[in-house]
């Protein structure tokens, strides 16, 4: 047997996963501690010394590197290390004689490899190898670049979660605080007035007092020098004084003790106990959204103008931001409004010119096109922050801006008869697609597959992949002159129709119209020329052509 790094006769078996090709040659039995891939060798310790000193130059794998052993050696057996000799037909499995040996023993077939071989070069089977390769390589390539995009999707996701969270607990704490100031407040004022009570009653008694004595004083003066009359008026004038001390004494005495108290409302403790979370996460399949269609369950509008406003309101931009709060673009007042979560305009900010489009950026951060003719073209950025809107940064374009969207850290910013890709810093990066006219509003799906554009003159819907190559355009009777769009972050896709006065939600891939979400003026639209899909709320917010309000469908 083998003992300490010696062989022996292989007359005496041993099982070995990996034996020594040297010692094999002169019928010895030693086990393999090396690899030569260049030579196809197993060698064991005393026979890789001999083959160093031939082979210097040599890559020589040892036992830490196993897994490498295998793969230089297609005709060896990955288990045993042994030539494969056979193959066993009832598990379908190439083996050695080792593996005979151990575990093949009982089996009913066992065919020999050269015969097998025999021809097979000439067969279809053989043949088709590089075909079914190719295939099998090319589905591989494939799943690969949608994982890729389902990994983007997943970092989207959590991007957006972690943001609507931080905004949830940014307003809870909002909450909070308002509760704490009102209390603080009411707490104040009540101190402030038993605080005024006790200061007068203080200076009453002094100066009832300072009063006092001061009659007294004179009433004795006047009694040493034996005037009577003069006496008895200092006499009458100190009764009356006495009476009226009397009298503010029984009027303080008659005042409740006042002492205060403070009853903490703790009935939202048990409440935020319960909460396990703030909110649901769910794992969905990418088909659940794709073919979730909705239609409408009840309307309502809620009024956008304010004192400022000296024209009709014209909405053509709406979006909104985590906290729920929701920014709107009113072009015909040259400015953009902040709503709260019911709706009601709580700031505002002027613009140089006619904004014609916003979206959303990241947490609380939006952007807006403004124009004004061939004079200026600016992207604005605003922030907002408890309730108020501030702008923060702008930079000029060198062409119209009628249009944009985010994705990524990118900008897509719309001409009438272009679209370009811009960076944060306002640095454009190419042009993304150009046609004659109508380029009206663009918007991208969550997975920058595609690239979803309006186009007014064509009355279609175009969707582009990512090459901006033309994937499919959408007509339909209900999409004549195609105006305002949405793509949520689930991927429904929303469009409006201004001309027949409908909004429609179509397939991920703009190939067909899903459903008519609404129509009509009756219910509530008028040239509607911007639209958004709020998954929080499970409702569509559009805004009209010259119209003060919004119109907020509630979906289902």
């Not at 605080?195 to 006092?212: A, F, G, S």
């Not at 008659?254 to 649901?280: A, C, E, H």
Request: hydrophobic share 35%.
């Amino acid at each position: 047997m083998a003992f300490r790094g010696k062989s022996i006769d292989k007359d005496y078996i041993l099982i070995h996963d990996y034996s020594c090709c040297k010692c094999e040659e002169n019928d010895l039995s030693a086990e393999a501690q090396h690899f030569c891939p260049q030579c196809e060798h197993y060698l064991c310790d005393r026979c890789v010394r001999m083959h160093r000193d031939y082979f210097k130059k040599h890559i020589v794998y040892g036992r830490g590197e196993i897994q490498k052993w295998v793969r230089f050696s297609i005709d060896r057996c990955e288990q045993h290390g042994k030539e494969l000799e056979v193959h066993c037909d009832d598990h379908q499995e190439l083996c050695c004689c080792l593996c005979v040996a151990l575990n093949h023993r009982l089996c009913s077939s066992i065919s020999h490899l050269p015969d097998l071989a025999r021809g097979f070069l000439k067969t279809a089977k053989f043949r088709q190898i590089p075909e079914a390769m190719d295939e099998i390589s090319r589905r591989l390539d494939e799943l690969k670049n949608t994982r890729v995009k389902d990994q983007a999707s997943v970092n989207d996701t959590y991007n957006n979660f972690m943001a609507q969270i931080k905004a949830l607990r940014k307003e809870i704490n909002k909450i909070l605080d308002k509760l704490e100031n009102d209390t603080v407040k009411h707490f104040e004022s009540i101190i402030k007035d038993l605080k005024k009570d006790v200061k007068d009653d203080l200076e009453n008694c002094d100066r009832m007092n300072d009063q006092l004595e001061t009659m007294f004083d004179m009433l004795q003066q006047i009694t040493d020098k034996h005037k009577e009359t003069s006496t008895y008026i200092s006499f009458k004038k100190c009764q009356t004084k006495l009476s009226e001390a009397y009298s503010l004494v029984q009027e303080i005495q008659k005042r409740p003790n006042v002492r205060i108290g403070f009853k903490l409302d703790k009935t939202v403790l048990p409440f935020l106990r319960k909460l396990k979370n703030l909110g649901n996460v769910r794992s969905m399949p990418k088909e659940t959204y794709s073919m979730h269609v909705y239609k409408a369950q009840s309307s309502a509008k809620y009024n956008v103008k304010i004192k400022e406003d000296l024209n009709e309101c014209h909405i053509v931009g709406i979006c909104e931001l985590p906290s729920e709060d929701f920014v709107i673009a009113d072009c015909y007042n040259f400015r953009v409004k902040l709503l709260n979560v019911s709706y009601q305009v709580i700031d505002h900010c002027n613009l140089p010119a006619c904004p014609r489009d916003l979206c959303h950026i990241a947490e609380q951060e939006i952007a807006v096109v403004v124009n004004a003719d061939c004079k200026l073209h600016e992207v604005h950025f605003f922030t907002v922050s408890r309730g108020k809107l501030q702008a923060v940064r702008q930079f000029k374009t060198g062409h119209e801006c009628f249009s944009i969207a985010h994705h990524q850290g990118q900008l897509y910013v719309g001409s009438d008869n272009a679209l370009f890709l811009y960076a944060m810093n306002g640095q454009l990066k190419k042009s993304v697609y150009e046609l004659i006219s109508g380029v009206h509003t663009c918007a991208v799906s969550p997975d920058r597959e595609r690239i979803y554009i309006t186009n007014t003159s064509a009355s279609k819907l175009m969707i582009l992949d990512k090459h901006s190559q033309v994937l499919s355009a959408l007509e339909h009777t209900n999409l004549v002159e195609p105006t305002g769009l949405c793509v949520s972050n689930s991927g429904h896709v929303f469009v409006c129709g201004s001309m027949f006065n409908s909004v429609l939600q179509v397939d991920m891939e703009g190939r067909q119209k899903l459903t008519t979400v609404v129509s009509g003026e009756a219910s509530g639209l008028y040239y509607p020329q911007s639209v958004w899909f709020s998954e929080q709320t499970g409702s569509l917010i559009v805004g009209n052509n010259e119209e003060n309000s919004i119109l907020v469908v509630k979906l289902c």
